[in-house]
């Protein structure tokens, strides 16, 4: 059957009927021939067997000459060279680190589903480390203000702004409506402290019962800053019995608290159990009664399409390490709304006139910025929302990430992404149909509705089960996120997972659970 015909049923709420003989590996493969994204997992450098067995460093890279992590070089337009990559130039490794002629050998390949967590390493990433290195050598203090012609950054005061432009197609906004700066946590700070303005009427803020624990810390702590009670302010939604928490549930909650809520802040996609929520449903409804609304959208920035404009969100935060690739505890992204970020002038006194917030000098209009007096005019759109200079190894490693999004789309991604997820999700009911147990092995927590998940499947194991399972997928080199005291966390990413990974991940787990 037609990978596209897959993507078409799925895209129309449809189940997707897999053909009997899905569950083999010539079936994987047969997808995999098919998938036009298939040259995307060249772009990425995944763990091997051998190379998650490295005790020390030794200059290898998996798939990659160890002398090729030196002789990377930019061509005269600015694209990466790699002597020595992929096989490239036919040099011979024989015997490193299980590769030959510079291609991982079948048996050694890993199998990453953990990009939920931490995105597998984009090749364009060295490349662009090393472009801002030189730079930096070269003209020191002169690259915020300067370029080289061959270079993938431009200059360092501009490169914010160049990675808020290639993340346009990401969350569904302008560039304007985009900043790049701090870190996810950060951010929801900065971005409650302009949007979180309560009163003695309303000073609740909506959220989840159990969010990521940093999100949670972020809003009592913001409640407790404005010297209020986090018992009376917060309004924690619980889930139901099966862990999740329908739409209808959020929209009735707003309804109980309506006329005290000052603002609502959900995940776009909850951590733990994968389900996407409805965003452009609940937002219009919280706004309605008068809401703020903000999303952290760490699990759904990169992984599922989102049009935070049209919808028209008030603000939203975002890291980019998980589903984006920009490296361990990369530079974060940020959304507000154009209409918060107007910049007017008072016609009496000519001061601007602007939505409070937290100021800082990078924030200010880059005609104003180096004036250094006290006058803040701040830049119109999200980028006045900087407080201090971002780091430009930090956007440097972004900006090589986001240069993969380039040469693909949201909608394709997810496309290829609805079929990935639903394979898995069949390949583990074929494991739990085939189980001689009593009682299920596992459960999957995630929503079975394609249009309620993003590429995550939440697998609650049978009691017991945890350790055994971890240490079969850490043996065969597999790679997801555990989360005690029994959940794997299963993210096929669409940029670099294959079909043939499914099924090979599922082919282990299969046999940790000796079916």
């Known amino acids: ?6 993507v078409e049923r799925l895209r129309n709420g449809e189940a997707p009927k897999f053909p009997h003989d899905a569950n083999s590996l010539a079936f994987a493969q047969g997808l995999d021939a098919q998938d036009k994204l298939s040259h995307l997992r060249d772009e990425f450098i995944l763990p091997t067997k051998s190379s998650l067995k490295k005790k020390a460093l030794d200059g290898s890279i998996p798939g990659m000459f160890p002398s ?9 337009s600015g694209e990466a060279s790699h002597n020595g990559t992929n096989g490239t130039n036919g040099h011979s490794t024989n015997g490193t680190n299980g590769h030959t002629n510079g291609h991982k050998s079948e048996s050694d390949e890993g199998l990453y589903f953990v990009g939920n967590s931490l995105g597998a390493q984009p090749k364009a990433i060295r490349t662009y480390l090393n472009a801002q290195l030189e730079t930096w050598a070269s003209i020191g203090v002169n690259g915020h203000f300067a370029s080289y012609e061959n270079s993938p950054l431009t200059q360092w005061q501009d490169l914010a702004e160049d990675c808020a432009i290639k993340s346009t197609d990401i969350v569904g906004a302008s560039a304007s409506e985009i900043v790049i700066m701090n870190t996810l946590t950060v951010n929801l700070h900065m971005l409650m402290a302009s949007f979180y303005k309560p009163t003695e009427k309303r000073h609740k803020i909506i959220l989840e019962w159990k969010p990521f624990p940093s999100d949670h810390y972020a809003i009592e702590s913001q409640v407790v800053l404005h010297g209020l009670d986090p018992e009376k302010s917060m309004v924690k ?6 862990s999740l928490i329908p739409t209808e549930k959020i929209l009735a909650t707003i309804d109980e608290h309506a006329e005290e809520t000052a603002l609502i802040l959900l995940p776009g996609i909850q951590y733990y159990t994968g389900q996407l929520f409805d965003i452009p449903r609940i937002t219009a409804y919280a706004k309605s009664k008068g809401i703020v609304v903000g999303w ?28 984006i690739n920009g490296g361990p505890g990369s530079i974060a992204g940020a959304f507000v709304h154009e209409k918060h970020g107007k910049v007017e002038f008072d016609s009496t006194t000519g001061k601007p006139i602007y939505r409070p917030r937290l100021m800082g000098w990078y924030g200010g209009d880059k005609s104003v910025r180096f004036n250094m007096d006290n006058n803040f005019l701040p830049t119109v759109g999200a980028g006045g929302f900087q407080v201090s200079n971002p780091s430009a190894i930090d956007l440097a490693s972004l900006s090589g990430a986001l240069s993969i999004f380039n040469k693909t789309s949201m909608h394709d991604l997810r496309s290829k992404a609805l079929v990935l997820t639903a394979y898995a999700e069949l390949l583990l009911d074929q494991i739990q ?10 459960q999957i ?15 609650l194991l049978k009691d017991g089960l945890l350790d055994k399972v971890g240490q079969a997928l850490e043996d065969n080199g597999a790679q997801c996120d555990k989360r005690k005291p029994g959940v794997i966390r299963v993210a096929p990413v669409p940029l670099y997972t294959r079909f043939q990974d499914v099924w090979k991940f599922m082919q282990v787990l299969r046999g940790a659970l000796e079916l």
């Open 1 to 6: 059957m037609e990978l596209s015909t897959f």
């Open 68 to 76: 090729a992590v030196c002789q990377t070089r930019l061509t005269e």
């Open 237 to 242: 939604i619980q889930p139901n019995e099966d």
């Open 296 to 323: 952290d959208l760490a699990h759904a920035a990169g992984n599922v399409e989102l049009k935070l404009h049209d919808w028209d969100v008030d603000f939203a935060c975002w890291c980019t390490y998980k589903y």
């Open 433 to 442: 149909a085939d189980s001689k147990d009593e009682t299920p092995l596992f």
């Open 445 to 459: 927590l995630t929503p079975r509705d394609p249009a309620q998940r993003g590429t995550q499947l939440s697998v």
